[in-house]
């Protein structure tokens, strides 16, 4: 797992989270989209954290993707991770009605209350439409939560992988669209305080393009 | 296995992260001390957002919490996390803006325990039982505090009547008035207003901290010392990290998450007793096991358990005693005889149970035979090894244990250098005085050299010339004059050329015996573990030499955990301080004093003008400068001064702490 040892160049550097439901298929949607893969996981524990390289717009993106467990024992720790997130994926299963109550109940409140990020995208993500017979919830009804919480929506499924990659380019590409977002991903931001004495990093970057 | 933990797995989680983030941020202090410039304090920093735009720890093998330090994974792996959750811990330990992590982290591990939650809470109680009872017994040692305190004073008073005629009578007899009471007021008057500086200066959630019970945090202290210890980090090659035992980072860390559990560092020393002692009665059964038989493994197995009985056993009695011929510190057979009759047989309270555990983690029996190796059982490394071979041309170089504290399970050693001595007992003597709970060495080294220079000083001092200029004030004034280099006066230049030669001989022995030094640490004679170095004068450069050699090999900051430099003379400019710096897990401290213009002249113009660090700060990040002017008369006094500058300096405490003013209203 993770990243080649040899890091590639990139232009902007972004940070997102995935929450939701224990089960939904955050995990499986993250090494869908990282490796391509597909297997039965075990619950996530506290977080994990991943790493993926896309080309979007025309632009090179370092995706630090942070996938938070969904166990309600975990969810304290969740919570200190929202912060400075460009883009949060918001992932229900479209088999359990509970999991996507959920996200209006208790998670998008957790965003509301957490998220640093004023601009921060949000991205709706009903997971599992692999299982179609089973489906309890429909696209409607995700399209207009959507809609009411202003976020992006997707349908997919990290088993076939019908939708993962369009799922995370759309968000990029959303991020991408915001100036503010923009500033703050720039690699101008990015501060290592063992080569450097750490000056307070300027967010103003030349980066509008 | 899982019935021995003391945690459970979520809690075993939640104390992985926080070691994990307590390295990362001991990492980060090394150049950024805590408290003194902290440009991200965090309860205000709502408005910064760039915490994302760090790059991930996996790509950065020079932080202690990649996979490649070694430091953070054998841990994880002891606790037992799943080898799922690694690269969001390490993450997470990484991220720039890491505190606002631990208050989360502090809430998971104030979690119920589960099902076995009675069970766990016997344990906890009989843990933190057991730390408190030792703690209290090593206090009792320290008793004897009072009568080393008075050696100290008669050592003071003999080296003033000797030596300080011409420093001291310059300026005034009251000023000796002062120094005195001062040694009286600020040995016992400092322990309160360091608390408020503590709470002020941690800048941790408190809340959090108290959601979590006394024992809880002592339980998660110990089982995560153990993990620093069981070091089952075998199978990986990646690994940089060549040595076994207990690394400096480790206790850094350790002392940084027990300040942010507000638990006192001698509760943890008595932690690291209890586990050295159980770990090595552990070794010693392993060891004798494997001399027997060479059974199957099941069989094994059930030897191994049995360790987790030992601890049982010695509630009961002398046990422990025994299995470890005599090793184990009397404190800690003394602490567990007290628990007896409250306690009974129900638990084992020694932590052999962690170390079975880590034996099943690691499938074979090398896990103890590492903890064994990582204190040199013996404890006799560094005092057998007399200099065996000559190196250069260093005549004497030799270590002499001092203190009650050896062979008593001690998990940290200190080395203390003297640098201007007029006698070999001045090796020892200054340092008699300190109370602290480390197994102390002193570094006696090419002490004809030594003398012959220290001599030559204080016979020019002595001198009528010296004298002269003393009346004249010119001696006060001089050290500014001779840090610019403006101008030195004709009659002192003639008079340095006498104690020059010497002073060169000297000064390229302290390089040499600093590589010595450097040599002797690496080859682990300490017994891997985190060593403390202090010295004063010539002795400090020995130390700065070792340093700079240690940074030379592929050496981090393994081995050494704190570094007190007094007096030294070493030049500012010429030398690479970032390098010497980064071999220090902990604290980097330059004690210097404005007024010691004989380190000033004996150091030469030429190298002033490049800076010295005995007299001046040194502007690099991470290193406390600490100003010792008022203490410090002449170079000399640091034969007796340097034991109440050690005081005011705290090295118990995590963060920089220097209280000289405290007792001057």
Known sequence: ?209 | MATTSYLTPTQSYAAGALFGLALHQAQIHQTHPLGLDDPTDDRTETSDSSSSSNDAVSEDPGLWVHQNSGLLRPVFKFLEISSNAWYGLEETAGTSSANRHVGAFLRLLAEESGENSSQREDQELALSTAVDVTARSMDEDSESSKSKREKLREYEHECREKFSTAEVQSNLEAEDVHLLQETDSNTFEIKDADHALMSKMTEKPIEEVTMLSYRRKVTVLYVLLSACLADTSDDNKKCNRQRKGYDARHRVALRLLATWFDIKWTKMEAIEIMVACSAMALAKEGESKREEEKQPSKNKWAKWKRGGIIGAAAVTGGALMAITGGLAAPAIAAGLSALAPTLGTLIPVIGAGGFAAAASAAGTVAGSVAVAASFGAAGAGLTGTKMARRVGSVDEFEFKAIGENHNQGRLAVEILVSGFVFDEEDFVRPWEGQNDNLERYVLQWESKNLIAVSTAIQDWLTSGLALQMMKQGAMLTVLSTLVTALAWPAALLAATDFIDSKWTIAVDRSDKAGKLLAEVLLSGLQGNRPVTLVGYSLGARVIFKCLQFLAETECDAELVERVVLLGAPISINDENWEAARKMVAGRFVNAYSKNDWMLGVAFRASLLTQGLAGIQPINIPGIENVDVTDLIEGHSSYLWATQLVLDQLELDTYYPVFRSTTCKQ
Request: charged share 25%.
């Open chain 1, 1 to 209: 797992m993770g990243s080649s040892s040899n890091q590639p160049e990139f232009d902007y550097l972004f940070k997102l989270l995935m929450i939701g439901d224990s089960g939904v298929g955050k995990s499986s949607l993250l090494l869908s989209f990282t490796s391509d893969d597909f297997e039965d996981l075990s619950p996530t524990i506290g977080v994990d954290f991943k790493v993926k390289y896309v080309d979007a717009g025309g632009k090179k993106l370092k995706l630090a993707i942070w996938d938070t467990a969904g166990q309600e024992r975990f969810r304290t720790l969740t919570s200190s991770y929202y912060r400075g997130a460009q883009g949060i994926i918001m992932v229900y299963d479209v088999t359990r009605r509970e999991t996507f109550t959920n996200l209006s109940e208790v998670w998008a409140k957790e965003v509301d209350l957490y998220s640093t990020n004023q601009d921060c995208i949000k991205m709706l993500v009903g997971n599992k439409v692999d299982k179609e017979s089973d489906r309890v919830v429909t696209k409607k009804e995700g399209i207009n939560f959507a809609r009411e919480y202003g976020c992006l929506f997707i349908e997919c499924s990290a088993k076939t992988r019908v939708n993962v990659q369009q799922c995370f380019e759309e968000l990029v590409l959303k991020i991408l669209d915001t100036p503010s977002l923009i500033a703050e991903g720039s690699k101008g931001v990015k501060k290592n305080i063992f080569k450097e004495k750490a000056p307070q990093p300027d967010a103003s970057t030349s980066s509008c393009c």
